[in-house]
């Protein structure tokens, strides 16, 4: 339906209506308005958690105003210039009605529109009483309709003049135990089972999967509020009131029914990504696939960065429509966003990846955001400890559960479940039987393990054995990719590194997974051999583990840029020591590396690139330059990156094109001193 998918991207409480442009037909008009009229009586239908009375006053006065429109003929030629104006006002107030409505029914912003309450009442009244000075316009007289429908055109006037919205008793006391609650948390004091659960109760979230929409939407409006550097009025309130959220979630509901939910939503998302192409994802100014798409007050939808530099050129409207703007405010399309980042997974474009990256920052989440949302966590951390410890089978996975979606992107929930010692209990559930206890616990290291003092924990726990355990048996492949990337972020820390290269199975697992893991098994073994490799003693471990034949293939087997950037990674490292070289060239990488600096797109690629030629040639002395100097193509990438990449690629590429014009000088006048200096040192990264 019509309706459902208006709000795509727009954020809740906003009303981004465009007036009918002057050019419009009048038939053409009233069949737009129509058919919004229709979509408008629809909701009478869907669930209203809040202002259910005042909705159902609004859609009355529509559904009266549509049996007019539905009689009226504007079919000739001599029509009122009034009743165009009267229609189209009609049009701009029915488009924000609608908007309006589409938010009172929204699943997942029912706490938040309850909180905004007395703010939905008034719009319906301003919106009503719009509709009545529309209608003020209107030349009745002059149109041919029944009487009878006159009069209701002229009832609706009158009501519309004389509309009261005011809040609703019911919604009012609610809100009330609504901020009782985060008293509560303020204090440091549980709430009332009873009173959390009429709550619940009155807006209609009865299941797991329903809160947890809830948290995920005050997530987004947090993110989005968050970004408004010059406001930031909401953030206090949407904080404390995910805080709740959180809370019933971990606390009220005993069932997990995520399952089908996320069936629906993916089948939604293949459905919704079935009718579009990659010509749909692309900025209309840059013609380039989005990475931050906004949208103006138009409804047209840009890359924030382009329309900020149009903006900025002096430019005040649409660029597709030419239309002045009132407003510059961007609204960040989020669904679009979230379409665009699962079709470049799907068909392996990295650019979501990279955007996903660059706007992943989450220091904001070292605080709470509210003193309400700190108790409520803090309160909810010595639950799930207690969970871990003393729960069921089934109590203790989900306490896991709920420990990796609290610590995904929140460094304070990281560190409270931390300090009330959740991680030896976690590091238990790696023993577990059970495929998704063992996924969900190891998961919910992963997130901890990023958290500073939680890696002293595990490894002061005994926990690496648990994870290289997990690395090799895990019962999921989730799993054993979730225990590679746990590695990782352990390995942050040298003396950690060393303990890990000490387990005699901890590198030869990694390397297996690099060899018949999933690319996102893949993806994390080679950043944990990476990260491992900054400590020295590992590198012959890595080479005796057979990394380099697998890194090799993985160049020419692989068509995911992200893999082969990473591959060139570790063997870059490698190659700083003469065994690493030796055994690099020992399978004749060299024509394979030129190719791929030559193909690479990737900035880093080539960086890399360019330091594992320059390791080989300081390693592998006159043999190897004289071979690259053979090839064609290589000064002139290296000329490339001069102007085109990073400081430390330009740098790079700067000390091999002079080994290489060493070569040329020594080679031309026969001389028989080494090409390259034996105690020469040069830093490779």
């Not at 007050?297 to 430019?315: E, V």
């Not at 990438?637 to 430390?648: D, K, M």
Request: contains cysteine; neutral net charge; proline residues 3%.
């Amino acid at each position: 339906m019509t309706k459902k998918l208006n709000g795509l991207g727009r954020r809740v409480l906003t009303f981004p209506a465009v007036h009918p442009c002057e050019s419009i037909s009048p038939s053409t008009l009233l069949i737009s308005l129509i058919d919004i009229a229709h979509d408008i009586c629809t909701y009478k239908s869907e669930f209203f958690s809040t202002n259910k009375r005042n909705a159902l006053k609004a859609i009355r006065q529509v559904r009266n105003l549509l049996i007019f429109l539905e009689e009226l003929r504007v079919e000739s030629v001599d029509i009122p210039g009034s009743l165009v104006i009267s229609l189209s006002e009609l049009h701009l107030t029915f488009q924000r009605i609608r908007y309006l409505l589409e938010d009172c029914t929204r699943e997942g912003a029912r706490l938040w529109m309850l909180t905004k309450s007395d703010r939905v009442s008034n719009q319906l009244r301003l919106f009503i009483r719009a509709i009545g000075t529309a209608l003020d316009v209107l030349p009745l007289a002059a149109i041919d309709v029944s009487s009878e429908v006159k009069e209701l055109v002229e009832l609706v006037m009158r009501q519309a003049r004389k509309a009261i919205f005011e809040t609703d008793p019911d919604d009012k006391r609610v809100l009330n135990d609504v901020i009782r609650i985060l008293g509560r948390f303020e204090d440091g004091i549980r709430p009332d089972k009873s009173a959390v659960k009429r709550v619940l109760d009155y807006l209609g979230i009865t299941k797991w999967s329903q809160c947890n929409q809830e948290v995920k939407f005050l997530d987004s409006e947090i993110t989005i509020e968050y970004l408004n550097v010059d406001k930031r009025s909401e953030l206090a309130l949407l904080s404390s009131l995910m805080g709740f959220l959180s809370y019933c979630k971990c606390i009220m509901f005993d069932l997990v029914d995520n399952e089908a939910s996320q069936q629906v939503s993916k089948k939604c998302g293949n459905n919704m990504l079935g009718g579009l192409t990659p010509d749909d994802f692309r900025c209309p100014i840059s013609l380039e696939i989005m990475k931050d798409p906004v949208t103006l007050s138009t409804g047209h939808t840009y890359d924030r960065a382009s329309i900020l530099k149009w903006f900025r050129a002096g430019n005040s409207t649409c660029p597709k429509t030419g239309e002045r703007l009132q407003s510059k405010e961007l609204l960040v399309n989020l669904v679009l966003k979230r379409i665009i980042q699962d079709w470049s997974v799907d068909n392996g474009v990295s650019i979501a990846e990279e955007s996903g990256h660059k706007n992943r920052d989450i220091t904001r989440t070292v605080l709470a955001g509210s003193l309400a949302a700190e108790g409520a966590m803090k309160l909810l951390a010595n639950f799930i400890s207690n969970r871990l410890l003393e729960g069921t089978s089934e109590e203790k996975n989900k306490a896991a559960y709920e420990v990796r979606l609290l610590t995904k992107s929140s460094i304070f929930n990281r560190s409270c479940l931390v300090e009330v010692g959740c991680i030896p209990s976690l590091l238990k559930l790696l023993s577990s039987k059970d495929s998704s206890t063992q996924e969900n616990a190891i998961a919910a290291l992963l997130n901890l393990s990023k958290h500073c003092q939680s890696k002293s924990m595990v490894v002061e726990s005994g926990g690496l054995d648990f994870i290289v355990d997990m690395l090799k048996k895990g019962l999921k492949v989730e799993a054993r990719q979730h225990a590679a990337a746990t590695l990782f972020y352990i390995a942050s820390i040298e003396e950690y590194r060393k303990l890990i290269g000490e387990n005699p199975e901890a590198i030869p697992a990694l390397v297996d997974m690099v060899r018949d893991g999933t690319d996102r098994s893949k993806k994390n073994a080679l950043v944990a051999i990476f990260g491992l490799l900054m400590h020295s003693g590992n590198h012959w471990r890595v080479l005796a583990a057979g990394a380099v034949p697998l890194l090799l293939n993985l160049l020419t087997s692989s068509d995911r840029e992200e893999l082969i950037t990473d591959s060139l990674a570790v063997l870059a490292t490698l190659a700083e020591k003469l065994d690493g070289t030796i055994a690099i060239l020992h399978h004749g990488a060299l024509d394979m590396i030129i190719k791929i600096l030559d193909s690479c797109t990737s900035r880093a690629g080539k960086e890399y690139c360019v330091s594992l030629l320059l390791a080989l040639c300081i390693n592998g002395g006159a043999n190897v330059v004289a071979l690259l100097v053979k090839s064609p193509s290589l000064m002139g990438s290296l000329y490339s990156l001069l102007s085109q990449g990073s400081s430390r690629a330009s740098k790079k590429a700067s000390a091999l094109i002079r080994i290489l014009h060493e070569f040329y000088e020594r080679h031309s006048s026969d001389s028989t001193t080494p090409v390259l200096p034996q105690d020469r040192s040069v830093h490779v990264w």
